[in-house]
């Protein structure tokens, strides 16, 4: 009883003719994978960038050596990040905390980036079924792999990451392995980029009991972001889900209801074309007030209508944050806010090793 709960909660045309074909077609293809079984490792889609969760989520189509973006797409990798180290942490409702680590690695053949993620869920207390207190048991997620990314040329960058899973639940345990491609296209003149994304493309090869099938939560991306020339305003929208069309979320206790006065049936409302299509889109803003200092926020529709009060939604699925750039660090912090009821603070700061080897020599 005690899993089973866990579990339930826990421009070039080439260039242009790739992405469009990438748009239209990986979304079928990965869609047979998502459908299979219910979604496990739900900790793979979590936020591991300061930056991209105060812009509201995944931040795909930004080419600014930024190495905490290359949790989003692996595609942002180049070779100037070489050295460079990234830590985010960040700090969940009740106590959860999560993390990521990041390092550069240049080689011949491109640029590697080797990362380590987890969540700690902390301390829970072990009950039988009369609710007799047995202990307390702790629950953890991780995954340790690599990032690679390749430059074909000033405007195509194609990147791709591999993944080793572990879930530890008490004394159950499942474990995985996960794959994920990432394109970016960027113009020339800098000022316009785009970005795809396919995530989470694996299995799971040892499931946390017999009987249980487990697919991994495969998520395909694709973001558009534009720089104004004149104005120091960045402006990115990022459509997720791509490979399962209906993500709205429909009560299954609701039931029809009858009008009063007239006894005619009031069916239960489901979501039309304009209520699919708005829960696929995140749309992110940073203000680049200077070289060191960048304002950020950010909006998600899907977000604020699964986690919203009725009552007081507030400011359910809205994201905010700044970026501090210094001599030898640059520091980050992000809130997302779920709802009245918690939100979600992360810090991230990246160094290039070498500067630090410099000074000491």
Not at 33 to 62: H, K, P
Not at 68 to 94: C, H, T
Not at 203 to 210: A, D, G, I, Q, R
Not at 314 to 340: E, N, W
């Amino acid at each position: 009883m005690k899993i089973d709960t866990i579990i339930a909660n826990s421009c070039r045309y080439d260039s242009m003719r790739f992405l469009i074909f990438s748009l239209l077609f990986l979304p079928s293809i990965v869609n047979s994978q998502s459908v299979i079984g219910s979604n496990g490792f739900a900790f793979m889609n979590g936020n591991y960038s300061a930056r991209s969760l105060a812009m509201g989520g995944r931040t795909i189509s930004i080419y600014d050596n930024d190495l905490s973006l290359v949790n989003d797409n692996p595609a942002i990798l180049n070779e100037k990040m070489n050295g460079m180290l990234q830590v985010n942490q960040g700090l969940l409702p009740a106590g959860i905390n999560f993390g990521a680590v990041n390092y550069v690695i240049k080689t011949k053949i491109g640029v590697f980036s080797p990362s380590i993620k987890y969540v700690n869920y902390g301390k829970f207390t072990e009950t039988d079924e009369t609710g007799r207190i047995l202990g307390n048991f702790s629950a953890t997620d991780f995954s340790v792999g690599t990032n690679f990314g390749r430059s074909i040329n000033k405007v195509i960058h194609l990147g791709a990451n591999f993944q080793f899973l572990g879930s530890n639940l008490d004394t159950y345990s499942a474990y995985g392995v996960s794959l994920g491609f990432g394109v970016m296209l960027t113009h020339p003149n800098e000022l316009i980029s785009g970005g795809l994304v396919v995530r989470n493309i694996g299995l799971v090869f040892k499931e946390y009991t017999s009987n249980a099938k487990t697919s991994l939560p495969i998520d395909v991306q694709a973001a558009f972001s534009f720089k104004l020339k004149h104005a120091p305003f960045r402006f990115s929208i990022l459509a997720h889900q791509l490979n399962k069309w209906n993500i709205v979320y429909q009560d299954p206790t609701l039931k029809p209801s009858f009008d009063a006065l007239t006894g005619d049936t009031i069916p239960v409302p489901v979501a039309g074309f304009g209520e699919k299509l708005a829960n696929h889109f995140n749309f992110q803003v940073e203000l680049l007030a200077s070289k060191s200092v960048q304002i950020r926020a950010g909006f998600d529709y899907h977000r604020r209508q699964q986690l919203k009060l009725i009552e007081r939604p507030g400011l359910a699925g809205f994201s905010f944050g700044v970026g501090m750039k210094f001599k030898k660090i640059s520091l980050d912090y992000g809130l997302m806010i779920f709802s009245k009821a918690g939100q979600n603070h992360s810090i991230g700061i990246s160094t290039q090793i070498s500067d630090w080897l410099k000074q000491n020599n």
